[in-house]
């Protein structure tokens, strides 16, 4: 079974903060997204990343940079956290153009 | 990019029913999968079916990408079966997967 695990289910950080939600995967996919979900909104793609160090811009890349060192992890950075930002926070991962698979989310309160 | 509709938004069922959610797609597609995420927040794959008729259990799926629409079918419905189901599809030009805005269900014991 596909294993995806997020740092942490909930985090409360205050205006400002820098905030870092790591994500890792044990199956070896070369593929890793970060998504938001937001009520109303659906899931909304940030970034992704096809490779160690590649790193592409989704559809709302705006206040959020990544990271992805090692092929098993890629961490979603908000350099100064802003209320706005308040939201669910999934990953995934995806091997070539097959399924996708889904960590349990983090659901981030931004005061 | 690829448009994406998901019909009933809302649906509320008693236990046992039958229910039918549909995906509409506004271009052709080359790969589409169907989630259920559970009121945890989980989202579970359910199918990837680019086209054809799938089924497991008590839920199968159909995709005819011809017509570009996709159904997910659920019989005998339980509780544990509540949430939001999203159809996410592929085009042949996109690199990801596109979600729709989900179906909500409720299934009432």
């Given at each position: 079974?596909?294993?995806?695990t997020?740092s ?8 400002g903060?820098k ?13 890793m997204?970060w998504?938001?979900?937001d009520?109303?909104l ?10 160690v160090?590649?790193?592409e811009?989704?559809?709302?890349p ?5 990271s992805?060192?090692k092929?098993?992890?890629f961490s979603?950075i908000?350099?100064s ?6 939201s669910?926070y999934?990953c995934?991962?995806r091997?070539?153009?097959e399924?996708?698979y889904?960590?349990?989310g983090?659901?981030?309160l931004?005061? | 990019g690829?448009?994406?509709?998901q019909?009933?938004?809302d649906l ?11 995906c509409?797609f506004?271009d052709?597609?080359?790969?589409l999968q169907w ?11 359910l199918f990837?079916?680019p086209?054809?008729?799938k ?10 990408a ?5 159904l997910?079918?659920?019989?005998s ?7 939001v189901?999203?159809c996410?599809p592929?085009?042949?030009y996109g ?15």
């Open positions: 079974d596909v294993k995806v997020q942490s289910r909930y985090l409360v950080k205050r205006t903060e905030v870092f939600l790591e994500c890792v995967q044990d199956m070896d996919h070369e593929n997204f998504y938001r979900q009520p109303g659906g899931l909304r793609l940030i970034y992704f990343s096809y490779d160090k590649m790193k811009k989704g559809d709302i705006e206040g959020y940079s990544v992805r060192e092929k098993e992890r979603l908000l350099e956290a802003s209320t706005n930002q308040t669910m999934l995934a991962t091997a070539g153009q399924t996708q889904f960590g349990p983090t659901r981030l931004v005061l | 690829i448009q994406v509709e019909s009933p938004p509320i069922l008693q236990e046992g029913a039958n229910s039918t959610l549909r509409n506004s052709s597609v080359n790969n989630f259920h995420q559970n009121p945890w927040g989980q989202l579970i794959n990837y079916i086209s054809g008729t089924q497991n259990g008590r839920l199968s799926a159909t995709t005819v011809t017509e570009r629409y996709s997910l079918y659920i019989s419905s339980q509780t544990t079966d509540s949430g189901y999203f996410a592929r085009d042949n690199q990801n997967f596109v979600f729709g805005p989900g179906t909500r269900l409720s299934v009432l014991p």
